[in-house]
């Protein structure tokens, strides 16, 4: 006879007890204290119910779901329909949709363009931020459509054509020429198989149909090796003309209806971004219009990838972000030893310290966005903006991996483990120090805005030093990274970029810790100060010293807090 387990207890093997939550349904704006500050502090404190809003609406926890799912059933490609007929379409998960319907409809992709004011950039970036720590793989089309303004305003009557429909707040997925669409979105090719950060070494070539010229219509012949999101409307490519490398903007439809010779060839399959479709593609004499001059493709396309590079170096913010409010979440709950993880002294070391990496990232990242509204009006923002963007990009995304990693063992076994969202932050923190130039040509491109004007160098050491006084550490740090600077003179080009590095690490560090010392309680610039600033990026985490304030940088972290504003920093606009 049976043995009836349930009446016996027999099935029960044990209770399940000293586990975690899921950390949900929270919101992803008041919890972040140091977010709240740096939104009030550079201008955009006039967006704070509205960022709330979207803070709440997208840490619930069916859409933190989305993330989870978009990445779990990555997008497929079918080259031909089922009667053969070429249709280069890109199959997305349901959750990869919503995610870009969110994100276009709270203005992710457009607000500074169609609702310019002090504080947009702020905003707008505060958003990026928050809806990356859901997701990352979706905001590389988002972040292309946005960043691609400056770049079609180059060529006026494009942009008067398509600029409407790429800022309209409409998610159009349809598989349809962009003339039947309300909305398109813009991705960007550049990178070929012999060479992407030398995109002079481009071998696609363009020859004009009719008349050559900006605003008309070539046909490329070659191929790129990365174009992620295919399932854009329009694409910024580079092509080769006899003048030069030059920028075209390549519909994936023709305005009569068929389709451009814009071959998907494959999908890459990539350790991370899975949710966004990244593929290789061949122009088989693809009609592109002309965008700005022959020759002048690279100079054009270079606003397009400034923004995408501030957009890395907040998506890197978010990725820290999120593991560090999963992570203290975590420990709250979970105990070892007879105490809670987040009340063991080694552990609030580690933790502490990873906060403090977060702090300087989010702070690093806000201030560029204040940089990017202010750019036009104010000289010093205009030349922060062209040398601490390179700056900012190299050391948010190369700290994000470490983070993501450190946070995993905090985490324990069960980081590991796929249904979390610990190895996705892991995979996506690898990306992004990768693409939209890696961290050698961001270090080789400081020594080039350096070394062309003497008023970049200026601006940023200038910025630095309003935080002199504050901290022993960051003036001795400040001393030297001036004469490094002075010494540059003296080397030739091959020192230089041997030492690239170095420099720019300085000088992250010395724009973080002077943010930091500015703005911050003491004892998180205290903290960052003396952890960091002897070390440069040799710092482990849990090295924190003897006394530091680690319950206050502890308290700033816990998502379970809820910041009220105005806060201290508050600007009106
Ligand atoms: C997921 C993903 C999606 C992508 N999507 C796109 C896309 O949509 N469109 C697009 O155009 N590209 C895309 N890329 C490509 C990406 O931008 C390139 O991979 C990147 O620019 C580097 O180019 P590369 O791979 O050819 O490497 P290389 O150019 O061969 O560089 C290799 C390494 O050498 C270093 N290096 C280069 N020059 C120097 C130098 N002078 N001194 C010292 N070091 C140097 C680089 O920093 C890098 O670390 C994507 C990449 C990834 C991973």
Not at 43 to 54: A, I, K, N, Y
Not at 175 to 187: D, F, L, Y
Not at 338 to 358: F, S, T, W
Not at 394 to 422: L, Q
Request: proline share 5%; hydrophobic share 40%.
């Amino acid at each position: 006879m049976p043995v009836d387990s349930t009446a016996t207890g027999l099935g029960e093997t044990h209770a399940v007890t000293n586990v975690a939550s899921e950390l949900e349904d929270y919101n992803l704006y008041r919890c972040d204290t140091a977010l709240v500050e740096a939104v009030a502090r550079e201008g955009g404190g006039w967006g704070h119910e509205e960022l709330s809003d979207f803070g709440a609406q997208i840490g619930q926890a069916d859409y933190l779901q989305l993330g989870q799912l978009a990445n779990r059933y990555p997008p497929e490609l079918a080259t031909h329909d089922r009667f053969g007929r070429r249709i280069d379409e890109v199959r997305y998960h349901p959750a990869y949709h919503r995610l870009m319907a969110t994100a276009i409809q709270n203005g992710l992709h457009s607000a500074p363009w169609t609702h310019p004011r002090s504080g947009a950039h702020v905003v707008r970036g505060a958003k990026v931020f928050m809806h990356s720590q859901v997701e990352a793989g979706h905001g590389c089309p988002i972040t292309m459509s946005f960043a691609s303004i400056p770049s079609l305003r180059a060529q006026p009557e494009l942009a008067a054509l398509w600029e409407p429909k790429v800022l309209a707040r409409d998610y159009g997925p349809r598989n349809v020429p962009a003339e039947q669409k309300r909305a398109v979105t813009v991705g960007m090719g550049m990178t070929e198989k012999q060479g992407g950060s030398d995109v002079r070494a481009n071998s696609t070539v363009a020859q004009a149909l009719g008349e050559a010229g900006g605003g008309q219509l070539y046909a490329l012949t070659g191929h790129k090796w990365f174009l992620s999101a295919p399932m854009c409307d329009l694409f910024l490519v580079l092509a080769q003309t006899g003048a030069g490398v030059s920028c075209f903007l390549v519909p994936r439809w023709l305005p009569d209806g068929a389709k451009n010779a814009l071959n998907v060839i494959r999908l890459k399959d990539k350790m991370g971004n899975k949710s966004n479709a990244s593929s290789e593609v061949e122009f088989r004499g693809a009609q592109g219009w002309l965008v700005g001059e022959e020759g002048r493709g690279v100079a054009t396309i270079i606003e397009m990838v400034s923004l995408t590079r501030f957009d890395c170096m907040g998506s890197s913010a978010g990725l820290m972000r999120a593991g560090l409010a999963n992570v203290i979440h975590h420990c709250s709950q979970r105990a070892a030893f007879g105490a809670r993880l987040i009340d063991q002294p080694l552990m609030k070391n580690v933790l502490a310290d990873l906060g403090l990496e977060y702090e300087g990232g989010i702070a690093f990242a806000m201030r560029m966005a204040r940089a990017l509204d202010r750019r036009e009006q104010d000289p010093h923002e205009a030349n922060l903006l062209r040398l601490a963007t390179a700056v900012g990009k190299y050391w948010n995304c190369k700290r994000a991996p470490a983070h993501s990693y450190e946070v995993m063992e905090c985490i324990g076994g069960s980081g590991v483990m796929e249904d979390s969202i610990f190895p996705r932050l892991y995979r996506e923190a690898v990306i992004n120090p990768i693409w939209e130039g890696s961290g050698n040509v961001q270090c080789l491109d400081v020594l080039r805005a350096m070394s062309k004007s003497p008023a970049v160098v200026h601006s940023f050491l200038s910025e630095c030093d309003q935080a002199r006084g504050g901290h022993a550490a960051l003036d001795a740090h400040l001393d030297r990274l001036s004469q490094t600077v002075q010494g540059l003179a003296r080397l030739d080009p091959d020192q230089m970029q041997f030492g690239a590095r170095a420099l720019v690490e300085d000088m992250a560090l010395a724009f973080q810790s002077a943010l930091l010392v500015r703005h911050a309680p003491n004892g998180v610039s205290d903290a960052f100060c003396a952890s960091r600033l002897n070390s440069r990026g040799q710092h482990n985490y849990g090295n924190l010293p003897q006394g530091t304030d680690v319950d206050g940088i502890l308290e700033r972290a816990d998502p379970a807090r809820h910041t009220a504003w105005p806060v201290q920093g508050d600007q009106a606009a």
